[in-house]
């Protein structure tokens, strides 16, 4: 099983961008589909995007679209979720994980992973 590990959150202001990796050190993330998810102060943890194992699918939950892009870096073995037009309401501790089922809205929003959760990187956005 992959040990994940999540790098690239810090503090924006609103309508800022930040670039978020998951990599993996021992194996290959090709084989998987990989997920990302957030969690905030108080609430729940809930999915965000994923990217299917083998051509590309992708999902994103209706509150990222279109300022959130989910890809994968095949020469790095990671996974990065580009985050444009920065909200106040996306801060959040962010996770990846690879995902127990397929890249749909069922597939992330279950929230079942494979493994364990990582420590995420935390995700701040305030003016």
């Known amino acids: 099983q992959a040990q994940l590990v999540e790098s690239g959150g810090g503090l924006v202001h609103p309508g800022g961008s930040l670039r978020l990796s998951c990599a993996a050190s021992?194996?290959?993330?090709?084989?998987?589909?990989i997920g990302w998810f957030r969690q905030a102060p108080g609430k729940e943890r809930e999915g965000v995007s994923c990217i299917s194992s083998s051509d590309g699918v992708t999902y994103y939950t209706d509150s990222v679209k279109g300022r959130f892009t989910i890809s994968r870096d095949n020469g790095k073995n990671a996974v990065t979720l580009q985050m444009n037009s920065l909200k106040p309401e996306d801060t959040a501790v962010y996770y990846c994980?690879?995902?127990?089922?397929?890249?749909?809205?069922?597939?992330?929003?279950?929230?079942?992973?494979?493994?364990?959760w990582g420590q995420g990187t935390q995700v701040t956005v305030s003016s």
């Open positions: 994980a690879t995902l127990l089922y397929y890249c749909t809205a069922y597939g992330i929003h279950s929230l079942k992973i494979r493994g364990d």
């Open positions: 021992e194996s290959t993330l090709d084989y998987y589909a």
